[in-house]
């Protein structure tokens, strides 16, 4: 992580925290090709583990009448080659309905289950605010996903009287260093990711979802300018390209229990 990360008040320095492990939470398959996929792509690269859990099965993406019955198959299967293009096998999927997502605790105490298994060094989410810019990035989905995600990593996670089935199955209670959030408003944006070397593999792993885009050359164009101002943005040099999170320190050397 050393060469490709740039920060504005972020509370992740690259220099001092090693990342081993990574565990990224999304709702459908796609949403983390279009959000990190470049930052990936570098972390698998220099040798981070990096899991996938994908919240529902994108059982309301496509576009073809037909092929409803057809779409939670396809999808995964498009997941798992769009993974493997960046270096990630280990993919998780917790079965919710495609547009019917909620932070309920059914789904906190999964995602706290799946943290407590894999212990990452970062948590990847989506933002549980709204972005007003491009509202097309807050899909109901998206924001159920980052609310049930932040309200796992504190206080349940850390917790070990909290889901205590968890505890009596052996899981123990984590303190999670970092949670990274991404698809959330620009005003929350801190720390910036130049992934100008890996905009090529990540549009290759956007590409793989061909049952959600009816126009590629578009969407490739899109989001290559997308990437570019998101450098813009992040004060990296013209032409470069990159992404940007919003990160969180949830414990550091500082952090007291309670507030
Ligand atoms: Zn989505």
Same mark, same amino acid.
């Given at each position: ?10 509370? &992740? ?6 990342? @081993?492990?990574?565990?990224? &939470? ?7 090709? &279009? ?8 972390? $698998? ?9 994908? /919240? ?11 092929? #409803? ?10 997941? %798992? ?25 059914? +789904?906190?105490? =999964?995602? *706290? #289950?799946?943290?407590?298994?894999? %212990?990452?060094? *970062?948590?990847?989410? /989506? !933002? ?13 989905? !998206? ?5 049930? +995600? ?7 996670? @850390? ?12 899981? =123990? ?35 793989? !979802? ?8 578009? /969407?490739?164009? $899109?989001?290559? $300018?997308? /990437?570019? #101002? ?14 940007? &999170? ?14």
């Amino acid at each position: 992580m050393e060469t490709f990360a740039t920060q504005v008040h972020s509370p &992740f320095d690259p220099e001092h925290h090693r990342i @081993e492990r990574v565990l990224c &939470f999304t709702a459908h398959p796609d949403d983390i090709d &279009f959000g990190a996929a470049g930052t990936i792509a570098a972390w $698998t690269a220099a040798g981070v583990q990096v899991s996938y859990c994908i /919240m529902t099965d994108g059982d309301a993406g496509g576009f073809d009448p037909d092929k #409803r019955e057809e779409v939670s198959g396809l999808r995964n299967a498009e997941q %798992r080659r769009a993974a493997a293009l960046v270096g990630v096998t280990d993919i998780h999927y917790l079965h919710q309905r495609d547009g019917y997502l909620e932070p309920s605790h059914e +789904v906190i105490r =999964e995602v *706290v #289950r799946l943290i407590r298994q894999l %212990r990452p060094d *970062v948590v990847l989410s /989506m !933002h549980p605010e709204r972005n007003w810019t491009r509202i097309q990035k807050s899909h109901p989905d !998206h924001l159920a996903v980052g609310e049930a +995600v932040t309200r796992a990593v504190y206080p349940a996670l @850390e917790n070990p009287f909290a889901y205590p089935e968890l505890a009596e199955a052996g899981l =123990e209670a984590y303190k999670l260093p970092y949670l990274w959030l991404f698809a959330g408003p620009e005003e929350r944006e801190n720390h910036f990711v130049d992934v100008t070397g890996q905009v090529d593999g990540k549009l290759a792993a956007i590409h793989v !979802h061909a049952s959600q885009h009816p126009d590629v050359d578009a /969407m490739d164009r $899109t989001v290559r $300018t997308l /990437m570019l #101002r998101t450098a813009e943005r992040g004060g990296l040099p013209a032409g470069h390209s990159a992404e940007a &999170f919003h990160v969180v320190s949830v414990n550091g050397p500082g952090t007291i229990a309670g507030f």
